[in-house]
């Protein structure tokens, strides 16, 4: 969930901040810095495409389009949401927290411990918090958010000694689709 001051900086950036990069992705040592490569896969791509698909529908819903799956063990999606905080008039109606709650309803446990979340943008640190209440064993996300982000930017969440469970992160897979759909949304509200 990002802000429309979010869209100002983001709407300027030129297209150079994303070299190839299109579904490449890195892991976020977040504690120490250097990147790694992510253990990507066909699936990986697909399940990052069926977030941003559920993106699309959010927007088409007039939400900022952020959109969410979580994979359990066997590879299969269990939940998929995009940010419903207009449609239900709920502020805390995230993409990333109505996946972990479907989620957690589907798998009948509180934990999601051999599950992965992706997601289209880097989470704000309310939902990063939820994720490792959550247990989730890897977040991937798309396109960065300086301005709303807590995992990389802001509170970093993951980084503080008061998170007790971090999970692997990969920032940046899908970055150009996630970060194009957000672009043309605010582009036709201004
Ligand atoms: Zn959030």
């Known amino acids: ?3 429309l001051s979010w869209l100002a900086t983001r709407s300027s950036v030129r297209a150079s901040t994303y070299p190839d990069c299109a579904g490449e992705g890195k892991r ?3 504690l120490r810095a250097p990147r790694h490569r992510p253990p990507m896969t066909g699936k990986t791509n697909h399940f990052m495409a069926a977030a941003l698909d559920e993106a699309r529908l959010a927007a088409s819903r007039g939400e900022v389009p952020v959109g969410a799956v979580i994979v359990d063990a066997e590879g299969r999606i269990i939940a998929r949401a995009g940010n419903r905080v207009i449609t239900d008039r709920d502020p805390t109606a995230h993409a990333e927290l109505l996946a972990i ?3 957690a309803a589907a798998l009948g446990s509180e934990r999601l411990a051999n599950c992965d979340l992706y997601v289209t943008l880097e989470p704000c640190a309310m939902c990063a918090q939820a994720i490792a209440f959550a247990r ?3 977040l991937y996300y798309g ?3 300086p301005k709303g982000g807590g995992v990389a930017h802001g509170a970093r969440v993951f980084s503080q000694p008061t998170c007790h469970h971090r ?3 990969y920032g ?3 970055e150009q ?3 194009a759909i957000l672009k043309d949304f605010f582009a036709v509200r201004r």
Do not use: H, K, Q, T
Request: net charge negative.
């Open 177 to 179: 689709a996630a970060a």
């Open 101 to 103: 709650r479907a989620a």
């Open 143 to 145: 396109a960065e958010d």
């Open 1 to 3: 969930m990002i802000s």
């Open 28 to 30: 976020l040592d977040l």
């Open 136 to 138: 989730l064993r890897r």
């Open 172 to 174: 940046g897979i899908g």
């Open 167 to 169: 999970p692997e992160v």
